[in-house]
């Protein structure tokens, strides 16, 4: 046996620890893997890119059943055991670094077109990778990953869910979402201390609305909920004149005491639409 297998090996199961601060915890689960994996609806036809995958349990998996599977890997240590889980993968490549300091879209580029990214995302990082990706312009079908079950509320939540806020109007912009299941914290190693749920964002191929000025739409969403408390009349008023914010909303049927949690998309939409003209 390879000496690097059996260094990770005990890295596993011999008590070292597991990088808390890189977000890691793995799973095993070979069953439950699978099915998540083909919960996703990827084919031999279809390619994946995977952030942070780990031990390679889930990278094996998908590799399985996808094309072709780029995985990127920031931590050095792992990477012994990572290449012997998936040494017998001949549709595989390893990128080694952080994906935020990555050329994503030279990294992405041999993934073609309605790629998907599947991954158990560390959560340290989840929302810089969200940000990473939406923003990124890249030809992303799906992203399918496994987040902590609170972000995951917030990815699905609608206007009037208690989980609703910034994250959930940017995601309902960018994607639809789909929990397709709830992983209890003891499935993984080392557990974390919460539970966490797979997710599936179907990415959209234009916006619910057409949109006039993309960077206005989410300055207002930001500073609206960055500002939760306070109506729209005041949280927005450092961006859009008041008299024209005024105007809007009232042309909407929004009433001056509305906040940012009360708005689905479709009403941001309109209402940064109509603070463009």
Not at 9 to 32: I, M, N, P, T, W
Not at 66 to 93: F, M, W
Not at 176 to 184: L, N, T
Request: aromatic share 6%; net charge negative.
């Amino acid at each position: 046996m390879k000496k690097s297998y059996e260094k990770a090996q005990r890295r596993k199961e011999g008590g070292v620890s597991y990088k808390h601060d890189l977000g890691q915890h793995f799973l095993y689960d070979e069953a439950l893997l699978s099915a998540l994996v083909k919960s996703t609806g990827v084919s031999k036809e279809d390619n994946v890119l995977e952030i942070g995958p780990g031990s390679g349990m889930l990278t094996r998996e998908l590799c399985r059943e996808a094309g072709q599977v780029i995985a990127v890997e920031v931590d050095q240590d792992v990477l012994p055991y990572l290449r012997v889980k998936t040494e017998e993968c001949d549709n595989l490549a390893i990128v080694v670094g952080d994906i935020r300091k990555q050329p994503i879209h030279e990294l992405c580029q041999p993934l073609g077109d309605d790629f998907f990214v599947i991954a158990n995302i560390p959560y340290n990082i989840t929302t810089p990778i969200f940000d990473l990706l939406w923003e990124s312009k890249l030809p992303i079908r799906q992203i399918s990953v496994m987040v902590q079950k609170e972000v995951a509320d917030k990815l699905a939540a609608k206007p009037g869910d208690a989980a609703y806020g910034l994250l959930s109007a940017r995601c309902s912009y960018y994607c639809e979402a789909e929990i397709e299941a709830i992983v209890p914290a003891e499935a993984f190693t080392p557990p974390p201390k919460v539970d966490s749920a797979f997710i599936h964002l179907r990415m959209r191929k234009e916006p619910i609305a057409p949109v006039t000025n993309e960077k206005l739409l989410m300055r207002m969403i930001k500073d609206g909920f960055g500002h939760r408390r306070k109506t729209l009349t005041n949280a927005l008023k450092g961006i859009v004149d008041s008299q024209l914010l005024t105007q809007a909303m009232d042309s909407l049927g929004l009433l001056p005491t509305a906040r940012a949690e009360e708005l689905s998309m479709e009403s941001w939409i309109a209402l940064s639409n109509a603070c463009a003209r």
